[in-house]
C-alpha cells in the first residue's frame, strides 16, 4: 500500500514523484522501461527560451521563459547555456520577425537583435546569406541526466523507484480507481524485482505517461484524447554550431539545430501518428532535415550522421476543439481531475506540455493530489538544487585531485556537477572506458551501483557508447566492469542489449563515411568478438540491404530520389 502511484518515468513522471516525496507523500513510480524510455528519452536536448511560441502560443512562452531560469539554477550541472539564436534568410518574411520582437517583449524573453555579420562572429559556420537574428536565452538540457537526479531526489526522501514495470491493470473498485496491476521483467535493472506480477494499492495514481496517457485512462474505463505526433531528430558526429539555432519563420519541419555534448542534434518534423509506438520512421525525413538545415549552416552538408532517432509528442487535444493539424496544437499542459471530469476518483492525468515546463507541471499534480489527500505542504521544488547541482564544480581541482587530463576531467566534472569528488575519489588507476564521451571507469561503476546490470541504464546515466563510435570500442568495455560481481551469462545478456539499442538508432544513417563506421563496427563485434556466433546475439542474423555506396537505392527509394526506409529495410536489422 502507498499513498500515491506515479506512473511513467520521464521527465514529469520523475518530477512529479521527486514534489510528492519532498512533501511527505509515500510514492511509488512505476516505469515499463528505463527512466526516459518514452518521449523524454527521443527529445532534441532544448531548454526552451519561450522564443519559439513567442507568437503562436503566449502562454506557453512565458511558463517557458519562468521555468528556464528555475532549471539553471536548481540543475546546473543538466545544462549547457548556450544561447539561442533565431536567423533569418533572404527568403524569409521579415514581418514575422518583427511579430517575434514583439512577441517575446510581451513574455518577458530577453532578446538582442545581431545584424548577418554579428551572428557569423558567434556562428562561424552561419550561412553567408543570413542577414539578421535574434539572439535569446535558449539553452541545451541532458534529459536523462535530469531525470535520473529527480528519481534519486525522489528516491532520497523515501519514493519507490520501479523501472521495467508495465501497469497491466488500473484497478477500480465501487467506481474508484484503487490502484495499479504491475507485471515485473526479470530484468538486469536492480529496481526491476524479478519477473512477476504486483498488486500495488493506492490513495491515488498520476497518469504521467505522455502519449501513452489515453491508453492507461482506458484501462480506468476514462476517455483521455491524446493526438501522438512523432518527429524525427539526427545526430551529426560533432558540434557543428555552439548556440542553438532556430530559424525565424512560422511552423515548419527542419528549422532547429541543437549542441548538445559533444554532437548537434538535428530537427525535426511534425506528423501525427495512431499508435506511440507503432509508426513509420521514413528516411525522407532525416533527409529533409540535413537538407533545410544545411541552408542554415552549409558545412551540415558535409555531416557524418551517427544516427537518427523519432520522439512522439503528447499533444492533448481538449473535447470540442476539432484542430486538423496538430502543429496547431497548443504546447501548454493540461491537468484531468477525473474525479470531476468522469466521476472516476482516485486518478489524476497530466498531459500536453514541453520538457522545459516539466517541474511546473509536477508542482500543479502534487498541488491537486496533495489537496484530494489532505496534505498541508508547500512545493519547494523549484528552491532546492537536484542532486549533483547543490554548487558548482571546480575543474581545476578535480584535475588537480585525480590525476586526470583536462578534457576528461572537464567533461566529468560537468556531468557529476558537485559529485564530482565521491565519485572520483577512487583508489587505483582511473582509466577512460568509453573514448568518444571521455566516460571514466569511476564513473561507470558508480551508475553500475545505482542502476545494476542494466548496461542501457548505464549509459543514460554517463554517456558511455553515445559518442562518434556508437559503442563500437567500448561496449564490451562496460560489460567488463561488471565483473566479478555477476556471471558471465549475465554480462553477456546485458551486453547484447546494449549492442541492440545502439544498433536501432543507425539504419537511417547508413551512408558514407557513418557506413565505413558501420562496417568497421561490425567487424569489431561480430566478427573479431565472434558476436554473430554468440548464444546471446541479437535476434535473427545480421543482414545487410542494398546500397550504391550513397544513400538507399531499390525498394527503399523514392521516385523522386528521396529515401523511404520506414520499415528499416535497408541496413542493419
Not at 97 to 110: H, S, V, Y
Not at 403 to 422: I, K, M, N, Q, Y
Not at 463 to 488: I, K, T, V, W
Request: aromatic letters at 4%; charged letters at 30%; a negative charge.
Amino acid at each position: 500500500m502507498t499513498d500515491v502511484v506515479v506512473v511513467g518515468g520521464g521527465s514529469t513522471g520523475c518530477g512529479v514523484a521527486r514534489d510528492l516525496a519532498m512533501r511527505g507523500v509515500d510514492v511509488t513510480l512505476v516505469e515499463k522501461g528505463n527512466l526516459t524510455h518514452g518521449t523524454t528519452g527521443r527529445m532534441h536536448g532544448l531548454l526552451h527560451s519561450g522564443g519559439r511560441y513567442a507568437v503562436s502560443d503566449r502562454a506557453s512562452a512565458a511558463e517557458c521563459i519562468e521555468e528556464n531560469a528555475i532549471l539553471r539554477d536548481i540543475a546546473a550541472h543538466c545544462v549547457e547555456e548556450t544561447g539561442g539564436l533565431f536567423v533569418e534568410r533572404p527568403e524569409d518574411d521579415a514581418t514575422y520577425f518583427e511579430e517575434k520582437l514583439a512577441g517575446c517583449a510581451a513574455c518577458d524573453i530577453p532578446t538582442e537583435v545581431l545584424s548577418g555579420a554579428e551572428a557569423r562572429d558567434r556562428e562561424p559556420y552561419l550561412a553567408a546569406d543570413i542577414e539578421r537574428a535574434i539572439a535569446v536565452p535558449d539553452a541545451a538540457v541532458d534529459p536523462f541526466r535530469l531525470c535520473v537526479a529527480n528519481a534519486e531526489a525522489a528516491e532520497s526522501r523515501g519514493a519507490r523507484v520501479a523501472t521495467h514495470a508495465t501497469v497491466t491493470d488500473v484497478l477500480v473498485e465501487a467506481g474508484e480507481v484503487v490502484g495499479v496491476e504491475l507485471a515485473h521483467e526479470d530484468a538486469p535493472d536492480k529496481r526491476g524485482g524479478g519477473a512477476g506480477t504486483e498488486r500495488v494499492e493506492a490513495d491515488h495514481v498520476v497518469n504521467a505517461t505522455g502519449a501513452w496517457a489515453g491508453r492507461l485512462a482506458a484501462m480506468a474505463g476514462v476517455d483521455v484524447a491524446v493526438r501522438p505526433s512523432k518527429g524525427a531528430m539526427a545526430v551529426t558526429n560533432v558540434r557543428q554550431v555552439d548556440t542553438v539555432i532556430n530559424r525565424c519563420r512560422p511552423k515548419g519541419d527542419a528549422d532547429i539545430i541543437v549542441p548538445h555534448e559533444t554532437t548537434c542534434i538535428l530537427g525535426t518534423t511534425d506528423v501525427e501518428v495512431d499508435d506511440p509506438e507503432d509508426y513509420p520512421e521514413a528516411q525522407w525525413e532525416v533527409d529533409r532535415l540535413l537538407e533545410e538545415l544545411a541552408e542554415l549552416v552549409p558545412i551540415l552538408a558535409e555531416a557524418r550522421t551517427l544516427r537518427s532517432f523519432w520522439g512522439v509528442r503528447p499533444l492533448y487535444e481538449p473535447p470540442g476543439t476539432g484542430t486538423e493539424d496538430p502543429t496547431d496544437i497548443t504546447r501548454d499542459f493540461s491537468l484531468l481531475d477525473h474525479a470531476d471530469r468522469d466521476g472516476r476518483p482516485g486518478l489524476t492525468t497530466i498531459v500536453g506540455g514541453k520538457f522545459t515546463t516539466y517541474r511546473l507541471m509536477a508542482e500543479r499534480v502534487a498541488d491537486h493530489v496533495c489537496d484530494r489527500l489532505g496534505v498541508d505542504a508547500d512545493c519547494r521544488t523549484a528552491d532546492v538544487p537536484l542532486p549533483g547541482s547543490e554548487h558548482d564544480a571546480v575543474l581545476d581541482d578535480a584535475m588537480d585531485a585525480y590525476g586526470l587530463r583536462s578534457p576528461v576531467a572537464r567533461r566529468s566534472s560537468e556531468r557529476l556537477g558537485a559529485r564530482t569528488d565521491e565519485v572520483l575519489a577512487v583508489d587505483g588507476p582511473n582509466p577512460v572506458v568509453c573514448g568518444c564521451e571521455a566516460v571514466t571507469r569511476a564513473e561507470v561503476r558508480d551508475a553500475i551501483d545505482d542502476a545494476g546490470t542494466d548496461l542501457d541504464a548505464v549509459r543514460i546515466r554517463t554517456r558511455a557508447s553515445m559518442g562518434n563510435c556508437q559503442g563500437a570500442f567500448c561496449c564490451h568495455r562496460l560489460a567488463a566492469e561488471l565483473y566479478p560481481d555477476h556471471d558471465a551469462a549475465t554480462a553477456r545478456a546485458s551486453l547484447s542489449d546494449l549492442y541492440q539499442e545502439r544498433w536501432k538508432g543507425q539504419r537511417h544513417a547508413l551512408w558514407g563515411d557513418q557506413l565505413s563506421q558501420a562496417m568497421l563496427s561490425r567487424m569489431l563485434h561480430a566478427t573479431t568478438m565472434n558476436r554473430d556466433g554468440d548464444p546471446a546475439r541479437l535476434d535473427g542474423d545480421v543482414e545487410f540491404g542494398a546500397f550504391d555506396g550513397g544513400r538507399p537505392t531499390g525498394d527503399d527509394a523514392r521516385p523522386d530520389g528521396a529515401s523511404t526506409a520506414a520499415d528499416g529495410g535497408s541496413g542493419w536489422r
